[in-house]
């Protein structure tokens, strides 16, 4: 048996190392070295290897019958595969996190606090490994993909300062009676991230849920987990102690999973429709014109459109229509390349179903009788011929086309017009979803006029995208989300914890009188 054993490991292994030696031959000379620098990562694989489950504190081999092959976007490499975790395997992460918050949400907050410190350093010195694991998962320019990084490890920092935010309420109602409300947390929460933001999204929820006393159990996108493999292990170790963190994978046998799982007490999730799609429509008044332009471009096209606060749709009011050729000539002066490519504007696509449905949603443009000012469709990057690559496209349209109806998630900027402001913001309105919208002008009363009657959740004024810092909170609304509670920014802490409230009473005349201590109080 132990011949056969060894037999068996050894095959394994031999094909192993086939399987590195081909990914690794398909990746451009960048992305190899980028590549060599994430092979020492226990949970993720850019090499053809497994990705792992990560459950009490232990990166573990999946025995999942069912995988997802993650692709390099630019050129078709096979980086690694990723389980449909086993329902025993999601249960042992949920008991593990179960376990573990009996004595973490008892672990004082300055302690939970250290952990969040740690973890912030941690993220600074290893930015460029997980910007480089973007990259290569998700096709993100490299400054892009560090973006990702930067804007999840705000809310890491904000997360330090969490004792002064967790403080309660305390009133003396009577003599010798009190009421006090504190926060606590809730228990097992759960984080289902996208694939756009691989690891600004699992930052915008570990921090938050664990330094106020919950546990997590994390699934990342299943195209492009690294990101959040290199996270988990960074956590264990800033002192983030066995259970508190664990990460799953899969998709939706995973996510049905966690909806249903009677332990889990609350559920984040950024997403497509099922949790409220994201749609941003831009509208432009009487502005400084090359600081709109430039907003446009750039927020319509960065990430390759696969942000859910890209500029999708640009309202186009009054005599602002004449700016249409303009705007193609600056889109065209992006250049469309490898991630790890110097000068590159925008990357591929996630994967060749999300290039083919782009693609469909331009020619719906054609087909509907609308207008295709600059098709991106059909464009080749040398050395990466299979890539998921559309270059930028603007197509002009109306609302009752498919191109303005749904969301593109691609390098694609539809053009609606507009007669007048009012006009404009009818139209915002009338969409049925509301998560945000911008207005560029130089007059402080169409700006007023604008961000009072808007019906959106966050508004831009001579900013592209209005995403709030975490000392704010997100608040996208109709469509555009589900639930009571934000799990982002300064609303993060009630939704990751519940309020209890006592009503006590210490007779004076009872107490007695006790030895006093000279020693420094501590918190354990």
Not at 150 to 172: F, H, Y
Not at 480 to 497: A, E
Request: glycine share 10%; with cysteine.
């Amino acid at each position: 048996m132990a011949s056969k054993s060894l037999i068996r490991n050894a095959s394994t292994s031999a094909r192993l190392s086939t399987a590195t030696s081909r990914t690794y031959a398909t990746l451009s000379p960048k992305a190899y070295a980028a590549a060599e620098k994430l092979a020492k990562w226990k949970g993720t694989s850019v090499s053809g290897g497994n990705t792992k489950n990560f459950i009490g504190g232990e990166f573990v081999e999946s025995k999942a019958d069912k995988w997802v092959e993650v692709h390099d976007p630019s050129t078709q490499a096979v980086l690694s595969r990723v389980p449909e975790t086993t329902n025993e395997e999601f249960n042992a992460a949920v008991d593990a996190a179960e376990t573990a918050f009996k004595t973490w949400s008892r672990t004082s907050i300055l302690t939970r606090q250290r952990v969040a410190m740690e973890l912030q350093a941690l993220l600074r010195e290893n930015s460029d490994v997980l910007a480089s694991s973007i990259v290569l998962e998700q096709g993100k320019t490299y400054n892009d993909a560090q973006g990702d990084v930067l804007r999840g490890l705000q809310v890491v920092e904000t997360a330090c300062g969490i004792a002064g935010n967790m403080t309660g309420d305390k009133l003396e109602v009577s003599k010798d009676m009190d009421t006090y409300t504190r926060r606590v947390p809730l228990g097992v929460c759960a984080s289902v991230a996208p694939f756009n933001f691989p690891a600004m999204i699992p930052l915008w929820t570990i921090p938050l849920a664990t330094c106020t006393g919950n546990t997590l159990v994390l699934k990342p996108s299943e195209r492009d987990p690294g990101a959040a493999m290199i996270i988990a292990e960074l956590c264990q170790r800033a002192g983030m102690p066995p259970g508190v963190l664990n990460v799953v994978h899969g998709t939706v046998g995973t996510v049905n999973n966690i909806c249903d799982h009677p332990s889990i007490k609350a559920i984040s999730f950024v997403g497509g429709d099922k949790a409220g799609k994201h749609i941003y429509e831009r509208q432009v008044g009487n502005r400084n014109k090359n600081l709109a332009l430039n907003s446009i471009i750039g927020a319509a096209f960065g990430a390759a459109g696969q942000r859910c606060m890209a500029i999708s749709v640009a309202v186009m009011v009054g005599t602002t229509k004449s700016w249409i050729p303009e705007i193609v000539e600056r889109a065209k002066a992006l250049k469309v390349n490898g991630g790890f490519e110097q000068g590159a504007d925008l990357g591929p696509l996630i994967s060749p179903a999300a290039k083919q449905r782009v693609e469909g949603l331009i020619q719906s443009v054609a087909d509907e009788g609308g207008k295709i000012h600059l098709d991106g469709r059909g464009v080749v990057v040398p050395g990466y011929e299979k890539g998921n690559f559309v270059g930028p496209t603007i197509v002009e349209a109306v609302i009752n086309m498919r191109a303005y109806k749904e969301e593109i998630f691609g390098p694609v900027l539809v053009l609606i017009e507009a007669d007048t402001l009012d006009d404009a913001i009818a139209i915002v309105n009338a969409n049925k979803y509301g998560n945000g919208a911008a207005i560029f002008t130089q007059s402080g009363a169409t700006a007023r006029k604008f961000e009072s009657e808007v019906n959106v959740g966050q508004i831009g004024v001579n900013v592209p995208i209005p995403v709030p810092l975490p000392q704010f909170s997100w608040s996208g609304n109709k469509a555009s989300f589900l639930g009571d509670v934000s799990f982002y920014g300064k609303q993060g802490l009630n939704f990751y914890t519940q309020n209890k409230t006592v009503t006590s009473l210490w007779r004076a005349e009872d107490a007695i009188g006790n030895k006093a201590s000279v020693d420094m109080p501590t918190m354990r």
